[in-house]
């Protein structure tokens, strides 16, 4: 039990990136009943973008800077433009199944272009280990756990103390009545597929230098965030947040005290009984809902 605190910390850090993943799930399905099944893929593309950015030549500064406009330009522009508006009027179903196919072609594009083998990518924090209350854990994950946390703080700030964030969260209670009281709904809805960019191709930022930039990865973060969003309640981003913490270090703690070859069984095994006894998520409201 001596190592507790350092897993601890280091799922707390890998939880607080599934959390931000699975904001961007619960955002976009509030806003416009949209379930990205492609998300995981949205936080793997990012890192490619940034590292053809510096094979190119770009400072990593620079290839950050361009990932991050990419991303809002492609996975949130581009995606709600030239994918959602046209699928989503045919059904919430087709439109899943349009995110389905999205991410298979996102894979096998980066497996095609970039590479199929798992390439090494810069960190924007520090090798080494801090000092925490007399133990010794790793900077990386220390940094990681307060970047993502200061981005989730960020954006609970945006949307509770700002006019544009009221605006957003009566465009996803009753878009109907917000257009009726004067809130531009097409919008806020846009905003909200931009915020999600911007919070994979944070994700993407944080995660890569530890897993490594591969076309496979979206599969493992998208299951995990989307486990986080059902856990905490798919209609409520604080459940988002608290569902992506608890995935982090459930599956942390499986893979140190129990084992690694079932480390992911944890997670599904804690979706079924919070299905079972509470279908709407820990910190999630019920809700009725014509589809």
């Keep these: 039990m001596s190592n507790l605190p350092d897993l601890l910390i280091a799922g707390l850090a890998t939880g607080a990136i599934y959390a931000l993943i699975a904001v961007g799930f619960t955002l976009l399905w509030q806003t416009s009943q949209t379930i990205n099944f492609a998300q995981g893929e949205f936080v793997m593309l990012p890192a490619f973008l940034m590292l053809a ?9 620079l290839a950050v800077v361009l990932g991050i406009v990419l991303s809002l330009v ?13 699928m989503l009027r045919h059904g919430v179903l087709p439109l899943a199944i349009a995110t389905m196919a999205l991410a298979i ?14 390439s090494p990518f810069p960190s924007i924090i ?68 931009l915020i999600n960019a911007f919070l994979v191709a944070i994700a993407s930022l ?53 084992s690694t070859q079932y480390r992911a069984a944890v997670p599904m095994i804690l979706l079924i009984v919070i299905i079972l006894f509470r279908p709407q998520g820990l910190l ?7 589809v």
Excluded: C
């Excluded at 492609?74 to 046209?86: E, I």
């Excluded at 999630?284 to 014509?290: D, K, Y």
């Design 53 to 61: 950015a510096m094979h190119a030549g770009a400072p990593f500064w």
């Design 74 to 86: 492609l996975l949130g522009l581009g995606f709600k433009l030239l994918l959602v508006d046209p």
């Design 105 to 118: 072609g996102m894979k096998e594009a980066v497996k095609q272009f970039f590479s199929a083998e798992a």
């Design 126 to 193: 520090p090798a080494g280990d801090i000092n925490v209350l007399g133990h010794v854990m790793s900077l990386q994950s220390v940094g990681v756990l307060v970047l993502a946390i200061v981005v989730v703080f960020g954006l609970t700030a945006l949307l509770n103390r700002t006019s544009i964030g009221h605006q957003m969260q009566a465009t996803a209670q009753n878009p109907t009545v917000a257009r009726i009281i004067g809130v531009p709904v097409e919008r806020m809805i846009l905003l909200t597929f």
């Design 206 to 258: 944080l995660i890569t230098p530890i897993y490594l930039a591969k076309f496979s990865s979206g599969e493992v973060l998208g299951q995990a965030a989307f486990i986080a969003a059902i856990v905490g309640g798919f209609n409520q981003v604080r459940g988002a947040i608290a569902g992506g913490l608890l995935i982090g270090v459930v599956d942390n703690l499986a893979a140190a005290y129990i």
């Design 284 to 290: 999630g409201r019920a809700e009725e809902r014509t």
